[in-house]
């Protein structure tokens, strides 16, 4: 499907599943034949393989397990996109036992350092749920403590609702709505803060970027660098979606950044 879509001129591949580093789990990493050689359907191979195609390829939805590790020295090497979609959702081990969700912030915390430590510019998204039945201020606070600790370049919070029929919802200790919307403004202002950081760090730099579509101002276009930020630009001749350029970015206003293209 990749080469096919890269065939027709797609310039990114964008891989999503509910578990992307659990790919091939049900099939106990089977392999079986690509172009000229056994490619096991395991997450280090599918991001190898999907690496030699020439384009972009973002990997979404990835938890910190030890064999995602492996996969670091791609993005390292520009094999595949230094970035990593990863919706760590609490940081609270209690809550997460509950969410039956897998972590630890503590190897999480290492596991994040070893990685920046083989690829600096690895930028990492998330997102986290406030008021999870059972959690207390200390739960809260734990998942403000982690989001601040990691920087993540961006992160979606929102409010746990509940839902018939699901075991949470039948849960003791509910969480009530005002004690929910005054969590979900604090981890929003910190993760706020977080992103203009990140943006405004880029500014004076020189970063690829990939051209998608006007911009709302004459004359302008949209794109997105490897850090999966948007860019306007004030388009040269010849400029056009599709195009890959190098842009020198000029200002940071809000969630975007504002450049020049110089190559």
């Keep these: 499907e990749a080469e096919k879509l890269v065939a027709a001129g797609v310039k990114e591949l964008l891989v999503i599943s509910q578990d992307t580093s659990a790919y091939g789990v049900d099939v ?44 670091i020295p791609l993005m390292a090497e520009r ?16 809550v997460l036992k509950r969410m039956k969700r897998p972590a ?31 959690e207390t201020e200390e739960d809260f606070s734990a998942t403000l ?7 993540f370049a961006s992160a979606y919070a929102f409010k746990y609702s509940a839902r018939p029929g699901t075991p949470a919802a039948a849960r003791d200790g509910q969480v009530d709505e005002a004690t929910k919307s005054m969590r979900l403004h604090r981890l929003n202002a910190l993760l706020d803060a977080t992103r203009f950081a990140f943006n405004r760090s880029f500014v004076g730099e020189a970063l690829e970027t990939l051209f998608e579509r006007p ?16 860019v306007h630009v004030d388009a040269p001749a010849g400029l056009r979606p599709g195009d890959l350029r190098t842009v020198e970015i000029l200002s940071a206003p809000g969630n975007t950044l504002s450049g020049r293209v110089v190559a």
């Design 79 to 94: 094999k595949v996109l230094p970035y990593l979609d990863m919706p760590l959702q609490h940081a609270a081990p209690d």
């Design 28 to 71: 106990k990493y089977a392999a079986s034949k690509w172009r000229d050689r056994e490619v096991r359907a395991k997450f280090i191979d599918l991001a190898s393989a999907l690496g030699e195609l020439g384009v972009w390829v973002r990997l979404h939805y990835v938890y910190p397990y030890p064999h995602v590790d492996e996969v």
């Design 145 to 151: 403590a982690l989001a601040e600790e990691i920087g």
């Design 104 to 134: 630890s912030q503590e190897k999480t915390l290492e596991r994040i350092a070893r990685w920046r430590e083989i690829c600096p510019d690895l930028t990492l998204r998330s997102t986290f749920i406030v008021g999870f039945p059972g």
């Design 215 to 230: 911009g709302r101002l004459a004359g302008q276009l949209v794109g997105r660098t490897p850090h999966n930020l948007a």
